[in-house]
């Protein structure tokens, strides 16, 4: 039997080409493409009077400018609503190109097509567009103030109000619960925005082929498949025309799940309309003022508990800011509004949200997406009560945790998938219980002694969430083997750095048994698979994961139904190790895979000598049945999908202790520890890496990390100059462990791993800097200078 | 609006001589990339800030988004394409980041494996401290730097066997030690941490 590569730390496949510069990103294509650049609105919010580009006529190497006017009316109408949702009652879309108005500083008004993009943006530099401006709504209760509108037609900047509420076992309100309850509080909870940030931006380079009427998209892209959707309907184009490539991907943590965006239909179509290749690649300014933000809330919290801290009554009203539009619909605040109640049971929950319209860059799932915040109020809930009743942050938590024996636990609430609340499975307890230890939370309290005996201040928090992963609806994978005895897979999905490459090649060559040299992965290339949804929720080893396997079984099956004729034996009998189907115990009588996919497909004609064996005068097939027969098809290849019924469900708790310096309210983390249960692990070294990567972005988020707009609505932090991600400098170490609970919903047991990382940080650092300075943290990032002035309040509170 | 001026540069990249003609605004790592094809070295923000543009300018790591190509005629350039043995082989590097799994979507990759190619060959046995302090100017999203600072130390270790097996002495400088061949990150064998 081959050893089980699957859950080993193989290396990965993709670095080889990765460290010699032969990755092949977005800009890296095309290198005689045309160059697109855009002018972008300066305003946050303003009516273009005016576009005049006669100036610009005369750079050398223009090729074609285009504003909203010049585009056909299927091109300039506005970008789909990619996820329509009945409370969403106010949903709104931008065009392509801005007409009349502009809603957000960096929307695209006019584009240049040029030689080069130096050509290209001298040209925007010499177009003048008059703007009247209007009055910017920024932050979010100036936004549900209502004073002034994003849009004319909607009342209030609201986009979308949901209210969901679980009464108690008896059939409570929550409202009672809180009211009949022993104790109560009720406080607000701020986020502010950050964003995916990947060291790629966004980029789309077109291809139109005049002769075969067929169009070539590469895109920077989580999902092909569905940017070629979008693109067919919009150019009007045969599906079967269009081809959708994710190339190499640096990074994408949300953002790029979001198209279309303007440049994916706008590039295309230039294209097409100029039968010339042309290429966007957007740069960094480009990429704060034009792509997407995440995470600005404002939460006010009502909770009800007894004397133990179980919650028996919760309630959350929060404030979403989504931006100046809505294309990806409510998502967030959805996720936010399910995933808050993480690993624990409140006795009735109630939660309302208005999802609401600001001048400002839209906001759509950035890694965690929703989740962060929902955490940092469940967290920060917890660790009041804790305080309210002096008992210790993690006896509460255990107090309200769902059980081991409670699984499947349903929640009656409907998760972002439309589907049922149902978590699937884990272990709590433990998990608080290998935290505590992995941490030293018991022995704590002697060390935060001694630092405070040295003049030191430390603290210690910690955070835990339950994060539903592998949505649907479904993903699929399709696997061939070659008569060279290469396996070569392929799945919709894209891939941004998770190693997919690898992984997918583990689970194949451990369903086939073959070496996984022989293994090759493609993702995201419609040209191989065409049905797909995307990279997102962690939900790519679950979706495809499982569905290259269930392909690799039906190829296995029918290898060994061919070998066994072959061999004259019982398929039964047989199995395959190293590349080649043997009768079990009997490794003479065997077959190479090879050599069975050449006999999986009659041939006519003998192309090298392999094919010889498979033409029609060498075979001993009868003569009284098809070559092929009934039920089969040639080639040794199959498909299937993988479509659940629901989400899994990965939970994981941190801790971390931090140090505040006494003077300066510097705050440094000295420990960050991790555990972490995403049911079986295929990689544990690709899961770590992405954990590493997840606390790293949560750090940036709770300590440096925020976009800060001015009150006109300009982003005044739109470089990495200002906008401060952390460095190797400001990440301290992870120690991670592992709990494998199989989820018992999909045939490998696996649950989603890509966002866990980030989830809870915020929660766990508000956590340890407020045991360290006994000062509650409300607000989340909290820089040196906030700490600062919040003492100072505090000591002014108290003197 | 009138044409530009273009200038004729020469420049030596990864041990061959390459011309190009730019004008003076042509940044280096656009003329890397778009003139001379080599499309390893990325580009993050064009202001100075990720690294992700690092490339070695005569040994010393530089960032070719605030460089111009006029302004380094005549000079040698190793970028990430250069720092494997002609060959093939990896470079110590090279070898310990996939061990270590330093990487994920690789877009900041060349600008930390050509800024710790230079600080290794600068000071072989860096303390933590020091290989912190020089790897603090490179922006990675996707790692959380754990790794990274993990290949680092096994890219020292790597080097010093290689330079007690004696296999390293003939490599050139800013490749790094190029190892006895031994298999690359893509034989997909088990490692242990
Ligand atoms: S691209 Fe040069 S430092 Fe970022
Ligand atoms: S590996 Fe993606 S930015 Fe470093």
Redesign the pocket.
């Known amino acids: 039997m081959t050893t089980s590569l699957f859950g080993e730390r193989v290396q990965r496949l993709e670095d080889p080409r990765l460290l010699t510069g032969n990755g092949r990103y977005l800009d890296d294509l095309g290198r005689d493409a045309l160059a697109a650049a855009f002018v972008r609105s300066p305003h946050a919010h303003a009516r273009i009077r005016e576009i005049n580009v006669d100036r610009a006529l005369d750079v050398p190497g223009i090729v074609a400018i285009y504003t909203w006017e010049d585009l056909p009316e299927r091109i300039g109408e506005p970008l789909p609503l990619l996820i329509p949702h009945p409370a969403l009652t106010h949903g709104r879309t931008a065009r392509p190109l801005a007409k009349d108005v502009v809603r957000h500083v960096g929307e695209p008004v006019v584009m240049v097509v040029a030689r080069d993009r130096y050509a290209a943006e001298d040209a925007c530099d010499r177009i003048e567009v008059e703007y009247e401006p209007l009055p910017a709504v920024v932050g979010i209760e100036n936004a549900v103030r209502g004073e002034h509108l994003v849009h004319p037609d909607v009342p209030g900047n609201v986009g979308a109000h949901l209210v969901q509420e679980v009464p108690s076992a008896d059939g409570r309100s929550a409202a009672e619960m809180i009211e009949a309850a022993p104790h109560r509080l009720e406080f607000r909870l701020d986020i502010e925005r950050s964003a995916s940030m990947?060291?790629e931006g966004r980029g789309v380079y077109a291809r139109w082929d005049p002769d075969d009427g067929s169009l070539r998209v590469y895109s920077s892209t989580q999902t092909s498949t569905s940017v070629r959707m979008a693109i067919a309907a919009k150019l009007g184009l045969p599906l079967p025309k269009v081809e959708v490539i994710a190339p190499d991907v640096?990074?994408g943590f949300g953002v790029k799940i979001m198209h279309p965006w303007p440049e994916e239909v706008l590039i295309p179509w230039a294209a097409r309309t100029l039968g010339r290749e042309i290429k966007w690649t957007e740069d960094r300014r480009e990429h704060f003022i034009s792509s997407a933000h995440e995470r600005g809330q404002v939460q006010y919290v009502r909770v009800g508990f007894d004397d133990d801290g179980r919650i028996l009554g919760l309630d959350v009203t929060f404030l979403h800011d989504h931006g100046a539009y809505t294309p990806y619909g409510i998502i967030v605040p959805i996720i936010t509004s399910t995933q808050l109640l993480g690993p624990y049971k409140p006795g009735a929950y109630r939660v309302e949200f208005s999802s609401v319209y600001t001048n400002t860059v839209i906001v759509t799932p950035y890694r965690g997406a929703g989740r962060p915040q929902g955490v940092f109020c469940m967290e920060r809930t917890m660790d009041r009560i804790a305080a309210y009743l002096g008992k210790d942050r993690t006896e509460v938590r255990a107090a309200n945790f769902i059980q081991p024996d409670e699984f499947p636990y349903d929640h009656r609430l409907t998760f972002q998938d439309g589907r049922p609340l149902i978590y699937d499975s884990g272990n709590y307890p433990e998990a608080l219980r290998m935290l505590k230890e992995l941490i030293g939370w018991d022995e704590f309290a002697k060390e935060r002694e001694r630092a405070a005996a040295e003049g030191r201040r430390i603290g210690i928090g910690i955070g835990c969430y339950v994060e539903g992963t592998g949505v649907g609806p479904y993903e699929g994978g399709h696997v061939q083997v070659t008569s060279d005895g290469r396996v070569h897979v392929s799945t919709g999905l894209t891939s941004q750095?998770q190693g997919h490459q690898t992984a997918f090649a583990q689970i194949a060559a451990t369903e086939l048994g073959v070496p996984i040299e022989r293994v090759s992965v493609v993702t995201g290339d419609t040209r191989r698979f065409g049905y797909a949804v995307g990279t997102f929720a962690s939900r790519a080893a679950v979706m495809s994961g499982n569905a290259i396997a269930l392909a690799c079984r039906k190829v296995r099956e029918k290898a060994l139904r061919i070998a066994a004729d072959a061999l004259e034996a019982d398929p039964g009998d047989l199995t395959i190790t190293d590349g080649i189907v043997h009768v079990k115990g009997n490794p003479s009588a065997s077959i190479p895979l090879s050599t069975v996919a050449v006999l999986a497909n009659p041939l006519r004609y003998a192309f090298d000598e392999e094919a010889k064996r498979a033409t029609q005068f060498a075979t001993a097939a009868s003569d009284d049945k098809p070559p092929v027969a009934e039920g089969e098809e040639p080639g040794l290849e199959g498909r299937d999908y993988y479509s659940p019924v629901r989400s899994t469900f990965a939970y994981g708790m941190h801790a971390a202790i931090v140090e505040t310096d006494p003077e300066t309210a510097e705050i440094k983390v000295l420990r960050y520890a991790v555990v972490h249960d995403c049911g079986r692990l295929i990689n544990p070294m690709i899961v770590d890496g992405q954990i590493h990567g997840g606390v790293a972005q949560g750090i940036g988020g709770a300590l440096y990390e925020r976009m800060v707009y001015d009150e006109h609505g300009q982003l005044l932090n739109a470089s990495f100059m200002d906008f401060l991600m952390p460095y190797a400098t400001e990440v301290p170490r992870v120690e991670t462990a592992h709990l494998e609970t199989p989820s018992p919903l999909n045939p490998l047991g696996i649950k989603g791993a890509g966002e866990a990382g980030v989830i809870p940080v915020s929660a766990v650092i508000a956590s340890a800097i407020e045991d360290a300075e006994g000062i509650p943290i409300m607000k989340m990032p909290i820089s040196p200078s906030e700490l600062f002035h919040l003492r100072r309040t505090a000591s002014a509170r108290v003197g | 609006m009138g044409t530009e001026t273009l200038y004729d540069i020469s420049l030596t990249v990864n041990g061959v001589v390459r011309e190009a003609r730019v004008p003076a605004r042509r940044l280096l790592s656009d003329c890397l990339r778009h003139d001379l094809g080599l499309t390893g070295t990325h580009v993050g923000c064009e202001h100075g800030v990720c690294g992700c543009c690092t490339v070695l300018l005569d040994g010393e790591p530089v960032r070719s988004c605030l460089t111009f190509a006029v302004s380094v005629d005549g000079h040698e350039i190793t970028t990430i394409e250069g720092l494997a043995a002609p060959d093939g082989t990896l470079s110590a590097v090279q070898r310990a980041f996939a061990e270590s799994h330093a990487?994920?979507?690789?877009?900041?990759?060349p600008g930390?494996l050509c800024t710790v190619t230079a600080l290794l060959n600068e000071n072989p046995a860096p303390s933590d401290e020091e290989i912190l302090e020089g790897i603090s100017g490179n922006?990675?999203?996707?790692?959380g730097y754990q790794n990274i600072i993990k290949a680092v130390r096994r890219a020292a270790e790597l080097s010093a066997e290689q330079e007690r097996d004696g296999t390293g002495e003939a490599a050139p400088a800013a490749t790094g030690a190029a190892g006895a061949p031994r298999a690359s990150g893509a034989t997909g064998g088990a490692t242990g941490e």
Not at chain 2, 139 to 143: G, K, M, N, S
Request: charged share 5%; with cysteine; proline share 6%.
């Open positions: 990947p060291l640096g990074g750095g | 990487l994920q979507c690789g877009f900041c990759t930390f922006l990675c999203r996707c790692t």
